[in-house]
């Protein structure tokens, strides 16, 4: 039975150690991930903090400087489908936008007027997000859109 | 045609839930007569998903776009060979392509086992042709491949272009058939625990398949990876997207099984942990399944949202409730009487093994459901990316190598001071000698230095191993040294197989640590004529060529590559536009070698001839593929038929007492 124990404290120890790598690296690695809305309703909060927004590119933003591969645009809230519209009455007036800078990355494949992206980067005090990356979300045709 | 395929389908859900009743009534009343018969049922099924899939291809390549699938999924000007691989393009299809492996697999079983395995292999039968009747009812009522389209489009909406090159063709079937032959040793396990009868039959009846799915999901993550790094365009291969854990977690699983499986053949221990293992295997195969489909959590690479995630959450937990009830139910029975003696043992080494392995795709999991999690404690979504996965596999993954070179090297139960010191020294001194090199190389990161020290400790305790087994076999058999070597791993197959499969392992591993400590990256901007340099490397850009055809428009940049100022090769990366969808693509140009890849990415054109380039140089990224070879080649000789397990298959099977499969004092894998 001795080593039973043993055992069973050196399983403790692994599965401990397992944990504490887990718990740190959550704690230093977590972003938050909002929506447009999400972003205005605690705006002052955010500023600084590592941010992945997802939105949607509000058309005719769209600028791009090939020579020092910038790239800006301003992102506007991915409209709901599945909203009940009898609810909809919350946020008519006007609609949250941001502004996004990303300088240093190649313009993405995909990326177009009213595609969906996710914006990683910071928010700054004047409320414009500094981005390290935009990603689009590839409409994939996994689901086509409603070809029906 | 659809007519056909509908028809087969709704045939195939009846014969899968006949053959259920038939094989459970055979097998409680002892009527042969009925388990034949559900064995005729499931093959019947296994031919009307062949016809299915047979009808959904005929629509694909005579472009039927009366078929919602096709007009989705296919157009008049996709390549032949993509009209064939749009049958796992879509939702549906994959679904019908997933049943289609389900049932050869489930077939293949039960002839495999139409005359042994009399007690256990009816009711592993009716587990399968349950999971097949959950994939069939999707198929027939939820989400169907021949729905009809209201209106006959002239044209269909083309496949993905992300989804038009070759490895569409290869790796989707090797994920799915890693995923889907899971099932098989999954529904041994349970048949064990419905009947009790828990010994290690179940065990060693669906080894083969294991590791056959273990073979395909390393397969198919290694493709994977592969994909991403030639097709998707940003100088890398695994990003840690859910979709990449859902296929990483069961791999993992599927490797902690195979390794304590071990255990419990020598020394009957760990039975419920093995049961355990190969339900969590295959329970994660489904809800990989059911995070990619369902949009709950939020992938780069998103299979848009569709309806099917309640169902696969609602099978989830059927299986996996299910499955722990019965556990519990046979707890009792499961207790096994031996006891871990020593931590210098193997069993130990296997033990802690798993729980680095476990502990790695519990960690997966986790970073993957976290956003859901934290939405739901703390109405926050919050994400972990790349950076919380590498911060703890890394260092397991350092854990796990360690354990690779110990393990195979100590005596099962435990081993004495004096060997330690003999089967170690070696590997010891190469492990050492070889972080100093790179430290007066001039490597100072201490996850660089470790990796490697490790990688050479472990390469050299399977060298320790070898030279053992050939020179036993020239002391004793007075052979020459290639063919005592060829002997050697021709008799024991399984253990060294089990090694060269460990040494692709430590050489993929190495392409890993090197091709994420040392890739560096320049992006440049540049006219015709101009050069720029990466590293060793100059690039001079030559000018741009135009191609056009009815499916796509290209524009392919040529840069020439020198080094040391002299001419190396040309290479070509390009801008692709499909004009179905209105969507650019990229095409990278690659130059591989062993010491480092050179990766160019064409960025972005503009109007007056400037062209942007991203280019990556990337170390060692070669050695993950040469390693991930060589796992293959490891495993192929691993499955390679041995006449002695044939042997004792058989008398195991004729209820004779247990007998060692290999024969072999101290076999490893």
């Given amino acids: ?148 | 045609m659809p007519d056909l395929g509908r028809l087969a389908l709704a045939i195939a859900l009846l014969l899968a839930i006949y053959s259920i009743g038939s094989n459970v009534y055979g097998a409680r009343r002892s009527h042969p007569e009925f388990i034949a018969s559900a064995r005729h049922a499931l093959w019947a099924m296994c031919a009307m998903v062949t016809i299915a899939v047979v009808a959904l291809w005929t629509g694909l390549l005579t472009s039927d776009f009366s078929l919602e699938y096709v007009a989705s999924y296919s157009s008049t000007t996709l390549p032949t060979a993509y009209k064939f691989t749009a049958l796992w393009g879509g939702q549906q299809g994959s679904l019908l392509f997933w049943t289609w492996l389900l049932s050869i697999f489930t077939s293949i079983a039960a002839f495999l086992n139409r005359r042994r395995n009399q007690e256990i292999a009816p009711y592993a039968m009716a587990v399968l042709a349950g999971v097949a009747i959950f994939f069939l009812g999707m198929l027939n009522f939820v989400t169907r491949p021949f729905d009809l389209m209201a209106v006959i489009p002239a044209q269909g909406t083309d496949l993905n272009p992300l989804l038009q090159n070759y490895w569409m063709a290869i790796h989707p079937p090797s994920l799915y058939t890693g995923y889907v032959s899971a099932t098989v040793p999954f529904a041994f396990g349970a048949a064990a625990l419905l009947t009790g009868k828990l010994d290690d039959t179940w065990i060693r009846t669906t080894r083969r398949w294991a590791i056959f799915s273990w073979f395909f999901l390393t397969l198919g993550n290694l493709f994977g990876a592969r994909w991403a790094y030639e097709v998707l365009g940003w100088g890398g291969y695994w990003a840690w997207d859910p979709v990449e854990n859902a296929a990483f977690m069961p791999w993992l699983v599927m490797t902690a099984y195979l390794h304590s499986v071990m255990i419990q053949e020598r020394k009957d221990m760990l039975k419920v942990w093995n049961l355990a293992l190969i339900g969590l295997a295959f329970s994660l195969t489904i809800f990989g399944t059911f995070i990619t489909r369902s949009g709950v959590i939020s992938s780069v690479h998103s299979f848009t949202q569709s309806g099917l995630g309640p169902y696969f959450l609602g099978f989830l937990i059927v299986v996996v409730s299910g499955y722990t009830g019965l556990l519990i139910f046979r707890a009792k029975a499961l207790h096994s009487p031996a006891e871990f003696e020593s931590y210098l043992s193997r069993e130990a080494a296997f033990l802690f093994n798993n729980l680095m392995l476990i502990g790695i795709a519990f960690a997966v999991f986790w970073g993957t459901i976290f956003p859901v999690l934290s939405e739901a404690v703390r109405g926050v979504k919050i994400t972990v990316g790349p950076p919380f996965f590498n911060r703890v596999a890394g260092p397991l993954a350092l854990g796990l190598i360690f354990l690779m070179g110990v393990g195979p090297l100590i005596a099962w139960r435990r081993t004495t001071a004096s060997n330690l010191v003999k089967s170690f020294a070696a590997p010891a001194i190469a492990g050492v000698a070889t972080g100093v090199i790179a430290l007066a190389a001039g490597l100072r990161a201490w996850y660089v230095l470790t990796a490697f020290s490790l990688a050479a400790f472990v390469l050299g305790t399977i060298v320790v191993e070898f030279r053992r087994g050939v020179g036993a076999r020239r002391h004793m058999l007075a052979e020459t040294a290639p063919k005592a070597l060829i002997n050697l791993v021709a008799k024991n197959n399984r253990r060294y197989g089990g090694y060269i499969i460990h040494i692709g392992v430590i050489v993929a591993f190495v392409g890993i640590v090197g091709s994420s400590f040392f890739k560096t990256e320049v992006k440049k901007s540049v006219r015709e004529g101009q050069s720029f340099s990466i590293g060793a490397y100059q690039l001079r850009y030559l000018g741009l060529s135009a191609f056009e055809n009815a499916h796509l428009e290209t524009a392919t940049a040529r840069l020439e590559v020198s080094r040391g100022g002299r001419v190396v090769t040309e290479m070509a990366p390009a801008k692709l536009f499909y004009k179905r969808e209105q969507q650019p693509a990229t095409k990278v140009a690659i130059r591989s070698t062993p010491f480092a890849d050179l990766y160019i990415v064409l960025a972005g054109l503009d109007q007056n001839g400037q062209a942007t380039f991203e280019v990556f140089l990337t170390p060692l990224v070669f050695w993950l593929w040469a390693g991930g070879l060589l796992m293959a080649i490891g495993t192929v000789v691993v499955m390679w038929p041995n006449v002695r397990e044939r042997a004792a298959i058989a008398v195991a099977v004729r209820g004779a007492a247990p007998v060692s499969i290999a024969g072999d004092p101290a076999p490893g894998q």
């Fill in chain 1, 1 to 148: 039975m001795r080593f039973r124990l043993r055992f069973v404290i050196g399983t403790a120890l692994v599965v401990g150690a397992i944990v504490y790598l887990i718990t740190t690296a959550i704690r230093s690695t977590s972003e938050y991930y909002l929506t447009v809305n999400e972003v205005a309703a605690r705006q002052t909060e955010l500023v600084g903090q590592p941010l992945r927004v997802a939105g949607r590119v509000k058309p005719g933003t769209i600028s791009w400087d090939p020579g020092t591969l910038t790239l800006n645009f301003g992102i506007v809230a991915i409209p709901d489908l599945n909203a009940d519209p009898a609810v909809k009455t919350v946020s008519t007036a006007d609609p949250a936008s941001y502004t996004v800078t990303c300088a240093g990355e190649p313009k993405p494949d995909m990326f177009a007027d009213s595609r969906d992206v996710i914006v990683e980067g910071k928010l700054d005090a004047t409320g414009h997000i500094v981005a390290t990356q935009v990603l689009t979300s590839c409409p994939s045709k996994y689901k086509p859109a409603q070809a029906k």
